[in-house]
């Protein structure tokens, strides 16, 4: 009788457990990619907001550019900043900013 009893807890944890597993490698595999896509489209989205309003809000500053070529704005209390590739503005100081090339 006892040995009946921990052959039926045994097939019951395993019956448990066993769907966890199953999940785990799925989301790792599809999920991962779902969540990347979507964090990318996120990212994405935010950059482009953030550039349309600081394209009607704030000022482009014309001859000078970011330090990886990026556009330069001036918002309402003097202060330098670039959109980054999340979205997020970059405050930079005057001294950091780089001449534009001369086309």
């Not at 009893?5 to 991962?32: N, R």
Request: hydrophobic share 35%; glycine share 10%; charged share 25%.
């Amino acid at each position: 009788m006892k040995n009946l009893l921990k052959i039926a807890l045994l097939a019951a944890g395993t019956f448990m457990v066993a769907p966890g597993f199953a999940q785990t490698h799925q989301d790792s595999t599809l999920g991962g990619k779902i969540k990347k896509t979507t964090k990318k489209i996120g990212h994405k989205t935010s950059e482009i907001a953030v550039k349309g309003t600081a394209a009607i809000v704030d000022k482009k500053y014309a001859g000078k550019s970011g330090p990886n070529g990026e556009t330069i704005y001036i918002d309402k209390y003097s202060h330098y900043f670039y959109v980054d590739k999340k979205g997020h503005r970059v405050y930079l100081k005057e001294s950091e900013l780089v001449n534009k090339p001369a086309n």
